[in-house]
């Protein structure tokens, strides 16, 4: 006789589990996007220096009336100091743009001292049928400042001028002679006229021209 099975001997057969549902992979997290680099901010430029507008000029700084003086042995040109002799700087500027100088001579040339023109009769006695006040001023006489020629009487000038050749030769002229203007360019012509061989009173054997002188 079979033994009969006891409940410990024959369990009812459990149903295996169904089995649990492996869980989803969890999907890995979107990987978070590196930020933007923030761009560098675009450099500021520098703010372009403010222009000072340059001072005007003084008239020590060459704003003066300016002349060219185109003589047979080369040019040369002079600036006239209206703010120290206004007077004779204008009379200059008259005879030079009515062509009073035009064709006249140095008349007498000083080695070392001065060549001096403007004589409308070549032997230092002409003028130009007036005549123009002092103005002494505190301008040294040096090379290549202009100066008015005159007579004893100081306010004798007219037409004749002269140019110094160096400082030590004309510095006795200071507060004597009227300085009206100085050669800004072609000093060279002015040394060469200097150099001309002349008599004993100064007056060259071969006297040079002043061909034309311009205002400008």
């Known amino acids: 006789m079979a033994k009969t099975l006891t409940k410990t001997a024959a369990k009812t057969k459990v149903n295996a589990k169904t089995p649990v549902k492996a869980k989803a992979p969890v999907k890995a997290k979107t990987p978070v996007k590196a930020k933007t680099p923030v761009k560098a901010k675009t450099p500021v430029k520098a703010k372009a220096p403010v222009k000072v507008p340059a001072k ?39 005879l030079a743009k009515s062509g009073f100088y035009d064709g006249l001579i140095f008349h007498r040339i000083l080695a070392g001292f001065v060549i001096q023109g403007g004589c409308p009769d070549g032997d230092g ?44 030769g004309c510095k006795h002229l200071d507060g004597q002679y009227t300085a ?22 100064g007056m060259p054997k071969n006297p040079p021209k002043m061909v034309k002188v311009s205002v400008t």
């Open 125 to 168: 006695t002409g003028g130009p049928g007036w005549e123009v006040e002092a103005e002494f001023n505190n301008r040294r006489h040096e090379a290549g400042v202009l100066s008015m020629a005159r007579s004893a009487d100081p306010n004798s000038a007219g037409s004749q001028f002269f140019v110094c050749l160096t400082r030590d």
């Open 56 to 94: 005007t000029m003084t008239k020590s700084n060459n704003i003066f009336p300016t002349a060219r003086v185109e003589t047979s042995l080369g040019n040369f040109e002079v600036e006239l100091w209206k703010d120290v002799a206004p007077k004779h700087a204008a009379n200059f500027l008259k």
């Open 180 to 201: 009206f203007g100085k050669v800004t360019s072609g000093m060279d012509t002015v040394e060469k006229l200097g150099a001309l061989a002349c008599d004993r009173n």
